[in-house]
């Protein structure tokens, strides 16, 4: 995918939208769509790897939406030199958007080209408890295991 790809799509989209109502109205029915299903790409077995992976998202998803901004500067400015500042800049984020893109299809099989869910597999609940609390609860909890 070229560097602008990603900023095109998110750039479009709205007039892609508006185009398609109009050609819905004078095209023929279109085949229904392919059933789609979701497909595991990545496990985060550690709490700190899902924060890691949030964060990741995060930062891509800031770094779009940066892109976007830009490309959207660069079209209402009139000035040569000014648009050019933002050119390279446009490029320079585009490049490190690419790159960190890259890196989390290829550590989690994610990419911004496409949508995703996130199941919570296992979760753990913890509270704050004094010590006496604690030996309470742990005595009560291996009690409870026995008795299975």
């Known amino acids: 995918m070229n560097k602008l790809a990603l900023l095109a799509l998110a750039v479009s989209l709205p007039v892609l939208g508006a185009q398609a109502a109009e050609t819905k109205a004078a095209a023929p029915a279109a085949p229904a769509p392919k059933q789609q299903k979701l497909l595991k790409v990545s496990t985060l077995k550690t709490a700190e ?39 390279g800049q446009l490029d320079a984020l585009m490049a490190k958007l690419n790159e960190n893109n890259e890196k989390m299809r290829n ?12 199941e919570i597999e296992t ?15 742990e005595a009560a909890q291996k009690a409870a295991a026995t008795k299975k």
Do not use: C, P, W
Request: aromatic share 8%; proline share 0%.
């Open 107 to 118: 550590a989690y099989g994610f990419s911004l080209d496409r949508n995703y869910t996130l």
């Open 49 to 87: 790897a899902n924060r890691e992976f949030q964060a990741n998202v995060q930062l891509l998803q800031a770094q779009r939406q940066a892109a976007i901004q830009l490309n959207s500067e660069i079209e209402k400015e009139t000035d040569a030199a000014k648009k050019k500042t933002l050119k």
């Open 123 to 137: 979760a753990h609940v913890y509270m704050l408890v004094t010590d006496e609390e604690a030996a309470k609860i």
